[in-house]
């Protein structure tokens, strides 16, 4: 259970000390064996759930508490995603997953979730060619999937390849440095579809093939994964979804400010 940043939507430095400061201020009294007392913070997360801030407990008594499956614990705090699987919500970002789904697409999902909100129209551009810029692996990492007995199952083989990036790209060990982790995210994102198509051929006994920076983020992973190098490979297009508007919301009030690109069509929202 991870539990959502107590942000409300989105708070600037002020309005999150503020809050800070107020939970600072509520606390639950523990009665300890022999009479003591500890006071411990009460947290409230961006749904308007409670949380008992137990941090202090094992280190000042040396008391732990007991709860198998972490069934009444928040194991983490999370300005990222938002999810109650009983209610059906899932959030990245504040934003509901069905709008992602359905007016975006992969690329604005994985903008999101690295920077905190949708792209204008030039960021994402810029963020799609960056993507396509990586597909390519290094190619004596090709050699590892020839290591692999020709039955093994793909997801053991992304696991030993993806493993094995660390050692082509060194700077990605550099977890201390914003720039490197942007980095090694971006070239994850980039690299996944091409580790994942030579897992799949490699499973298959099948020749690899490489990308093409031409197609979308999905055709290039069908491509990868169903192309031979004896034939052209077609792609049946549907459409399936709404193509985002990148404009501002009708009906927008004048007072406010004004409506990004990116925005047109999506509504960041607070948690049920």
């Not at 202090?56 to 709860?67: H, K, W």
């Not at 903008?111 to 799609?128: A, N």
């Not at 580790?195 to 093409?212: D, E, H, N, V």
């Amino acid at each position: 259970m991870a539990a959502e940043a107590p942000k409300g939507e989105l708070l600037n430095g002020t309005a999150l000390a503020a809050v800070k400061e107020h939970e600072e201020s509520r606390v639950a009294k523990l009665s300890l064996p022999g009479g003591k007392t500890l006071d411990l913070p009460i947290l409230t997360d961006a749904a308007g759930n409670t949380f008992i801030d137990i941090r202090r407990l094992q280190p000042t008594t040396g008391i732990c508490t007991f709860d198998p499956g972490f069934t009444s614990t928040a194991a983490c705090e999370s300005a990222i995603t938002y999810i109650d699987g009983g209610k059906g919500v899932l959030l990245y970002r504040g934003y509901p997953i069905e709008q992602l789904a359905e007016k975006g697409d992969f690329f604005d999902a994985a903008y999101v979730l690295l920077h905190g909100d949708l792209p204008t129209k030039i960021q994402k551009r810029k963020f799609e060619v960056e993507i396509k810029r990586h597909t390519l692996v290094h190619e004596q990492l090709i050699q590892f999937y020839k290591g692999f007995k020709h039955d093994a199952h793909p997801m053991a083989i992304m696991v030993g390849v993806v493993g094995a990036l660390s050692a082509f790209y060194r700077s990605s060990s550099e977890v201390h440095d914003p720039t490197q982790q942007l980095r090694a995210c971006m070239r994850l994102i980039s690299k996944m579809p091409t580790l994942a198509a030579l897992a799949y051929k490699t499973s298959r006994g099948m020749p690899i093939i490489y990308p093409r920076n031409d197609l979308s983020y999905a055709e290039n992973l069908l491509y990868m994964m169903h192309a031979s190098p004896c034939e052209p490979y077609k792609f049946v297009r549907e459409v399936t979804g709404v193509t985002p508007t990148r404009g501002a919301a009708s009906g927008q009030a004048a007072a406010a400010p004004a409506a990004k690109p990116h925005q047109a069509g999506f509504s960041r929202i607070k948690p049920p």
